[in-house]
């Protein structure tokens, strides 16, 4: 079985105001899939869905068995009292991580993402980027089977970006599925195993780039020019 499959008839924050319909697909393992779509398409609220956050939903969500998932939202939410190092621990509590294996690996990824020597101060208190990291950090201590994740490169920089895309790569290579939602299209065509294309709350096109092109009818066109056509209903000029 998937990791994750995803049938939403229909999702919306109010009852008889429907925001997402007919949104079908699933997250297999190894996979990257990105989720791509214009301000307002229903990126977020198909990600709330999944998580069972919507007031509103009518379809199934089918995680594998003992599957677990890390979730990061588009805006960082952290404990207003807790350290970064709290944080890392009162995950690792309600988590039951082994106490020696996830020390070792907040450090590693404390370093490798800049915050060691911030990692005693409250995240509240960090830039927005650091947060962005910080938050990346709290959803990889886990290892989980299932990533979801709301638009992660705002505010990251450069080098941060790269560690960001590392780290996933080598989650993906452990066998975790990922559903990423992101603007940055060119980043999304380069890493993404399939994408699915949403537009006013519906699943405008799905697949692979190549087949996202065939949908399009666009052969050789980039990510963007198929983003383009669906956003705005007409060809890239
Ligand atoms: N909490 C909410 N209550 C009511 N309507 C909402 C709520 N959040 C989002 N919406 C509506 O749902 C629709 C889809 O919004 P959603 O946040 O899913 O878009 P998105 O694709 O994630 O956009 P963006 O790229 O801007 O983040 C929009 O019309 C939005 O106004």
Redesign the pocket.
Known sequence: MSLLKASINKAG?EIDKT?IHDIHFSIESGELIGLI?????????TIKSILGLMAELDGIIEFKKDKNYSYVP?RPIFYDELTLWEHLDFIAAVEGLVDRDYKKKAKELLDAYKLTDHAHELPNTYSKGMQQKAMLILSLIVSPSIYIIDEPFIGLDPNAMKLFLSSIEAERTRGAGILM?T?VLDTAERVCDRFLL?HQGRLAAQGTLDEIRQQCNLPGGSLYDCFHLIAEGKDYE
């Open positions: 924050y925001i779509g214009p301000n307002g398409a229903g990126k977020s609220t588009e939602s603007h949403i």
